[in-house]
């Protein structure tokens, strides 16, 4: 499968504690983005990385949330001290040189749940 | 005033129907938009990217009018499995925004037999 992969698919936590995910772009993507999906909504953009950099975080990304892209392939997104109002679907997509400039593919996503 | 904006339905059509859907947008700098669908419990995933001079992909039709920031699908010859979420997307690049996708709530679709 050459799509884009997250893990894990499901996480459930108890409030206060932190927990990190991973997204695998598809090979040869340089743009990568986080968003965010809470029930009857669309998903909200959250941050972008060009190869490594990060280039652009909303203001939903508060001081508890940290991303990377060290070697410009994977990206992890680490929440601290999770809330219960972190509970959501968080997704990857990835974008760059295959298919359209602006055409963004998406990963299945990891549906957090706080307790 | 939410950057993108769509009516939420839910739309119940019968299998065969004609339905449309609209979609409102606040940056006048928009510079591409899309509809994308969602299956229940999974990712989006790009249905039709939508020009200016309108277009067409089998039973599915999406008209731009960038003087009323007004973006519309229309899905002819509704199949069960159409049944779905459909995402207004607003695409910003250029400048700083680098590319970022602003969905709307997404318009949930039912077509029944």
């Known amino acids: 499968d050459t799509g884009v992969s997250q893990d894990p698919r499901h996480k459930i936590t108890k409030r206060g504690q932190n927990v990190t995910f991973r997204c695998d772009p598809i090979?040869?993507?340089?743009?990568l983005y986080w968003y965010r999906q809470t029930l009857g909504q669309g998903p909200e953009f959250l941050t972008y990385?060009?190869?490594?950099?990060?280039?652009?975080k909303s203001r939903l990304l508060s001081d508890r949330f940290s991303a990377e892209r060290p070697k410009g392939s994977f990206s992890t997104l680490e929440i601290q001290r999770t809330e219960q109002g972190d509970s959501a679907m968080y997704l990857c997509?990835?974008?760059?040189?295959?298919?359209?400039?602006?055409?963004?593919?998406f990963g299945p996503g990891t549906r957090l749940t706080v307790l | 005033r939410k950057e993108v904006e769509q009516d939420p339905g839910p739309f119940n059509v019968p299998e065969g129907a004609t339905v449309a859907f609209n979609c409102t947008y606040s940056?006048?700098?928009?510079?591409?938009f899309f509809w994308y669908r969602q299956d229940c419990r999974k990712e989006p995933k790009l249905l039709m990217s939508?020009?200016?001079s309108g277009n067409e992909d089998g039973r599915f039709t999406a008209q731009l009018n960038r003087a009323s920031q007004y973006i519309s699908l229309l899905i002819r010859d509704s199949k069960l499995s159409d049944s779905a979420t459909y995402l207004c997307?607003?695409?910003?690049?250029?400048?700083?925004?680098?590319?970022?996708?602003?969905f709307g709530q997404g318009t949930i679709l039912t077509v029944h037999p």
């Open positions: 090979s040869e993507h340089n743009r």
């Open positions: 997509a990835s974008s760059g040189r295959q298919g359209s400039y602006n055409e963004q593919f």
């Open positions: 990385f060009q190869n490594e950099a990060q280039l652009e």
């Open positions: 940056n006048s700098a928009s510079q591409s």
């Open positions: 997307v607003v695409n910003d690049a250029g400048g700083t925004s680098y590319g970022k996708l602003t």
């Open positions: 939508v020009y200016s």
